[in-house]
Every structure is written in C-alpha cells, then in structure tokens.
C-alpha cells in the first residue's frame, strides 16, 4: 500500500515538475490545472476537475459549497 502511495506521488510531482518546466510561472491556476491533468491522463490516472462539494449552511444544502481542482 505504501509503495502504491510513493508511486502515485511521484507520478504527481513529476507531473508538476514537467508542467513548471515546460509553461513556466505567472500563468492563470486554470492553464496549469489542465495541463496537469492532461499529464496524469497521458500517465494513465483517472482524473476529475473542479468537482463541486456540497454546503450545509443553517438548514440548508447547497450543492456546490467548494470546489476541488483537482
């Protein structure tokens, strides 16, 4: 299991590593949001974006409270 994780995250970091290298800084979170998941895809991962995340707020659920990027 533990292995599992290190290789997954290696996956990860060297993704971000590659994206950093190839688009360098100052760009918008949304240019490096898809690049990085173009990259895990081409890896192989399974990969969801912007996923909404419901709220309770008093008595109400709201649907989408916040957001995960990646």
Do not use: W
């Not at 690049?35 to 890896?43: I, Q, W």
């Not at 399974?46 to 109400?60: A, F, L, S, W």
């Amino acid at each position: 299991m533990i292995s599992e994780i290190n290789n997954i995250s290696y996956d990860i970091r060297g993704a971000a590593f590659k994206v950093h290298t190839n688009l360098g800084p100052g760009l918008l979170e949304s240019v490096y949001e898809t690049a990085l998941s173009f990259e895990l895809r081409e890896k192989g991962y399974d990969v969801k974006t912007q996923i909404g995340i419901p709220m309770n707020y008093r008595e109400i659920k709201f649907e989408t409270g916040f957001r995960l990027d990646i």
